[in-house]
């Protein structure tokens, strides 16, 4: 078996730990996996020998020690996090609730920074906790620049999740709805992810077309009363903009050092 082979079956034992099953048994992977029992500890032993999962007596292994150590190195390397800190801190001290951003990657969206003055909880998504695609203003304003070939393999699959939330009955529904989020520069989307929370949200764009994450802020329903939805969506993704704008000028004086 070649090498990149058997990268992919590791990454593949890795893709199989989330929020639902956070702990496997060996018997379980290789269930899943169908991968024989030698193969399967010789894949256990390199993850393991990595950091990348741990174990108690090689009877149920989870994530391990060296992803927290990659995330403590995100931190300081992603330039999004420090060139977004200060204006979420201002949307947080002028509006009562959580602002955050999210990169996406694959088909997944997660809040990589963010910002709370409100005492209220007004965001169960922390660092790292992967949010639903297809429901919420911080999916809904990446998912509404994406291609339509990228976009239609997202969509059908959720076509239920779309009709709950009044986004349309079928994928034309959808994609005019997404038409018109790209036209508008941002969304509000009210207790799709969780109740009786309203989240505001524009897309953060790098070097391409493609937003490589968005710019959110949650309030509580009876916070959000108190604003004017079209001014503080206009003010969100103003926000995003200048964010993206200092990455851009950030990447511009590194080429040039």
Request: aromatic share 8%; net charge positive; with cysteine.
């Amino acid at each position: 078996m070649s090498e990149s082979s058997s990268l992919e079956r590791m990454l593949d034992i890795l893709g199989l730990f989330d929020e639902a099953r956070p702990e496997w048994t060996p018997a379980e992977l290789a269930g899943q996996l169908g991968y024989s029992r030698p193969t399967l500890y010789r894949y256990l032993k390199t993850l393991k020998g990595a950091g990348l999962i741990a174990s108690v007596d090689q009877s149920t292994y989870t994530i391990g020690p060296r992803v927290v150590e990659l995330d403590y190195l995100l931190r300081r390397a992603d330039p999004l996090v420090p060139e977004s800190d200060a204006e979420i801190e201002a949307l947080a001290t002028r509006y009562p609730g959580t602002a955050f951003v999210s990169r996406w990657y694959r088909d997944r969206v997660l809040c990589i920074n963010s910002a709370s003055i409100s005492e209220e909880v007004v965001s169960s998504f922390p660092r790292g906790r992967p949010m639903p695609v297809g429901r919420g203003a911080t999916s809904h304003v990446i998912l509404a620049h994406l291609t339509r070939r990228q976009l239609l393999p997202l969509i059908e699959p959720r076509l239920d999740d779309y009709r709950q939330i009044g986004f349309g009955a079928d994928r034309d529904s959808v994609l005019a709805r997404y038409r018109a989020i790209r036209k508008d520069g941002y969304i509000v989307s009210r207790g799709e992810v969780q109740p009786n929370v309203v989240g505001t949200a524009a897309p953060i764009f790098g070097a391409g077309p493609m937003p490589i994450g968005s710019l959110c802020l949650t309030l509580s329903d009876r916070q959000f009363a108190h604003y004017e939805p079209a001014a503080m969506g206009r003010e969100i993704a103003a926000t995003a903009a200048r964010i993206g704008a200092r990455l851009a000028s950030r990447r511009h004086l590194e080429a040039a050092a």
